[in-house]
């Protein structure tokens, strides 16, 4: 899977979560996007490609942007 069609699932998955777009290299924290939201978004991208992230990937400094979301996604799939 190409990463343009990670980043757009991902994008579709966070505005279904939050229900607000973010761009690929905005700061989540400075959208809004709280624990809980993060946990939502991350559900659902478990959910969307049919797999776990482990627990160390889900550690907030590594999860700054959107496009930090593609790049962990990118090693599942």
Do not use: H, W
Request: charged fraction near 30%.
């Amino acid at each position: 899977m190409e990463r343009k069609e990670i980043k757009n699932r991902i994008i579709a998955l966070a505005y279904e979560a939050l229900g607000t777009e973010i761009a690929e290299t905005e700061s989540l924290k400075e959208s809004g996007v709280d624990s809980l939201s993060l946990v939502a978004v991350a559900v659902g991208i478990e959910e969307d490609f049919g797999f776990t992230f482990c627990e160390d990937d889900l550690q907030p400094e590594k999860l700054q942007t959107l496009s930090d979301l593609v790049a962990i996604t990118e090693k599942y799939v």
